[in-house]
C-alpha cells in the first residue's frame, strides 16, 4: 500500500481541541491586572497603580476573619468524604441564611441546595446540564464579563447578549424578538436566561415587575430561568426593595404558571464571594426544585466539592444569625459609603454615571473622552491612556458587552477611601486634555512590558488558564 494513502491518526497538538480553547484568556483586560498588581498605589508609593477591575468585596473581611478563626475547631470527620452537594452542615446553615434574609417567607430544604467551589463552577456545572452545544443563553447585558468564559470553557452554549430597554416593549416581548432572532440566524434555541440581580456591572436591582415578566417567558416557553443573585445581601440603598426569583417563584399559580414547570425551570445561584468578602474561599451555591438535575449535579459536582473543614467553619459563622445580621449592616454601611465617596468624586469631576442600589460595581459614562465613538477608540483610551499612561485599570465597557463605546465598570470595593480619589484624579486629569495633550503624557506602563506579561501567562502551563478574577 502506498504509504501517502494510509490515514494519519496523528494529532498536530499536544492538547485537545477542548485545551486549546481553554487556554484563550478569560478577558480582555487579564495581561493588564497582572502588570500592575506588581506594584500598587499607596500614599507611601504614589507613583503606585490602581486596580479596580476586579468585582471584589475587601471591606469587611476583617469581621469575616476574625470571626472564623474563632471557629478554628472542628470534628475529625471533616477529613473525610461526605456528600459532593456539599455537608448537611453546611446546606442546613445556607437555608437557614436564605430564609433569615433575602428568601424570607419560603419554606426551604437543604436537599434543594448544592455546594461547589465558586458560582463560576455552579453555572459552569448548570450550563452542561441543561445545554446541548450551540443552544444560546440569553444575558441581559452589559454582563459580567466572564461569563463568556463560564459558560463556553467546559461547555458549547452560546452567550447571547441581550439589551433590554425599560422604556420599549414588556421584557418578554423582547426576549421572544431575540429568541427568534437566534433561531432565524443559527437554526439552535435560547434555552436559558442568565440575569444577576443586583447587576454586574451597572449596581442596578430588577424591579419586580421586570422580573415577573421574564420568569413568566421562561417558564411558558420552557426557557431555564438562572438568576445569578449573589450580591443580593450587598444592597446599600435604604429604599430599594430586592425580590429573589425563588420568592417570586412561589407564586407561580397567581401569576397563572404551572407549579410543575416552575420547578423544573428556575434555579437561583448564590455565594460568599462578594456578600461575604470570602472569594478566596470558592463556595458556590445553586437552588433548585429540579429533582433530576439535583441529581446530575450531585455527580458533576463531585469534581468541585468544598473542602470540609471550610463547610464547617462557614457553617458555624452563618449558624450565627445575630453576628449574620451585625455582619451584614455593617457590609452595606461600608459598601455604601464607599460607593458615595466614588459618586460624590465623580459628580463634583461632571462625570455621568449610572445610579448604583448594590454590588460593588459603578457604571460611568466616558463616552466624551473618546476621540471617536468607536470600539477601537475605547480601546485605545483605555489602554493607552488609562492603563499605559495614567496606572490605572477599570473594566472597558467591550468586555462587558455594552450597547455603544464608551462606558466603564468601576470596581470600587476592592480599595480603600484614599485610592478611590486617587483613581478620579488620575482620571478626571487624563480625560480633560486635549487629544495632543494626552499624546504627551509620559508611560506610566510600557506596552511591551504588558505583552510580554500575556506571553508569559498563554506560555507557562502551570499559570491558570482563567483567572478566578469574578
Known sequence: MDPTTVACNCRTSDVSQRGINASAEATSYFAAVIELNERLWSPEDPEGNIVMSIAENRLTVDLIKD????????????????????????????????????????????????????????????????????????????????????????????????????????????????????????????????????????????????????????????????????????????????????????????????????????????????????????VGCLWTLNARLQAALQNVNAFYGVSGIAQHMIAEMLEDLSFVDKYLKENKRRLGSAYGTLAGALTKAGIKFTPAAGSVFCWVDLRSALSQPTWKAERQLWEEGFVQRCGFIITPGQASHASEPGFFRICYAIVDRETILQLVQRLVGFITKSDAERQQVPLWINKASMQKAKQEIEADPTQPAKPAFE
Open 67 to 282: 470571626k472564623l478563626q474563632s471557629k478554628l475547631s472542628f470534628p475529625d470527620s471533616v477529613f473525610f468524604y461526605d456528600n459532593a452537594a456539599g455537608s448537611a452542615k453546611m446546606k442546613a446553615a445556607l437555608v437557614g441564611l436564605l430564609q433569615h434574609t433575602f428568601m424570607k417567607g419560603l419554606k426551604l430544604h437543604p436537599d434543594n441546595v448544592t455546594v461547589s467551589s465558586g458560582c463560576g463552577a455552579v453555572i459552569s456545572n448548570l450550563i452542561y446540564c441543561v445545554t446541548q452545544p450551540g443552544e444560546g443563553i440569553a444575558i441581559p447585558a452589559p454582563y459580567y464579563p466572564a461569563f463568556d468564559f463560564d459558560l463556553t470553557c467546559k461547555n458549547d452554549a452560546v452567550p447571547v447578549a441581550v439589551h433590554l430597554s425599560a422604556s420599549d416593549q414588556p421584557y418578554d416581548q423582547q426576549l421572544q424578538t431575540a429568541s427568534g432572532d437566534y433561531l432565524q440566524r443559527t437554526g439552535k434555541r435560547l434555552v436559558a436566561l442568565l440575569v444577576t440581580n443586583p447587576d454586574n456591572p451597572t449596581g442596578t436591582v430588577y424591579s419586580e415587575q421586570h422580573l415577573l415578566q421574564m420568569l413568566k417567558w421562561c417558564v411558558q416557553n420552557k426557557i431555564h430561568m438562572i438568576s445569578d443573585e449573589i450580591y443580593a445581601n450587598s444592597i446599600f440603598k435604604p429604599d430599594c426593595q430586592f425580590t429573589s426569583m425563588a420568592v417570586l417563584a412561589s407564586r407561580a399559580e397567581e401569576h397563572g404558571l404551572d407549579p410543575e414547570d416552575v420547578k423544573s425551570y428556575v434555579h437561583v445561584t448564590f455565594g460568599l464571594s462578594k456578600d461575604w468578602c470570602a472569594s478566596g474561599l470558592r
